[in-house]
């Protein structure tokens, strides 16, 4: 939030909370789901994270 200058969408950022611990406990107990890379919420956290850097520099 600090990053975002505390502008966040709180319903999303929840949303991905969640997503995110679901993931954990998946590999954790060495669940698979069938789903693309770029479905995973760590992928698009960093998806986001770079293009949001492409954009500061246009």
Known sequence: ???LDGSVN???L???????????DDLL???RRQ???TEFLR????????QAGD???D
Not at 43 to 50: G, S, T
Request: proline residues 3%; negative net charge.
């Open 1 to 3: 939030m600090q990053l």
């Open 10 to 12: 709180l319903i999303s």
């Open 14 to 24: 929840a949303d991905d909370i969640f997503r995110w611990c679901q993931e954990q």
């Open 29 to 31: 107990n060495h669940h």
């Open 35 to 37: 789903q693309r890379p």
């Open 43 to 50: 992928i698009r956290w960093a998806l986001e994270y770079y």
């Open 55 to 57: 954009n500061e520099q």
